[in-house]
Nanobody, 112 residues
Framework: QVQLVESGGGLVQAGGSLRLSCAGS????????MRWFRQAPGKEREFVAA????????YYAESVEGRFTISRDNAKNTVYLQMNSLKPEDTAVYYC?????WGQGTQVTVSS
């Protein structure tokens, strides 16, 4: 099975930036679409961004469009989420997803 390990979360001021990483393992990891989700306290998990394995096409939630960028480095089996112009409402636990496998999540906290 694919295994995912996330890193890069932390505390940042509004308007600042963070870069999340999701390192994957597994012999077929390269062939999968990768996604980021987030879950804020008291809310359901929501889609953030996705990137395809085939052509690198990206998709974003409307709430992060223009501020977040998803990318991947297949040689390193790693997916990134560059988050710029962060807002307090971006505060959540961020999870990477590959097919039916989820990372453990990394906390992002944005202060006013």
């Amino acid at each position: 099975q694919v295994q995912l390990v996330e890193s890069g979360g932390g505390l940042v001021q509004a308007g600042g930036s963070l870069r999340l990483s999701c390192a994957g393992s597994g012999r077929t990891f390269r062939s999968y679409n990768m996604r980021w989700f987030r879950q804020a306290p008291g809310k359901e998990r929501e889609f953030v961004a996705a990137i395809s394995w085939s052509d690198g096409s990206t998709y974003y939630a409307e709430s992060v469009e223009g501020r977040f960028t998803i990318s991947r480095d297949n040689a390193k089996n790693t997916v990134y989420l560059q988050m710029n112009s962060l807002k307090p409402e971006d505060t959540a636990v961020y999870y990477c997803n590959c097919a039916q496998t989820w990372g453990q999540g990394t906390q992002v906290t944005v202060s006013s």
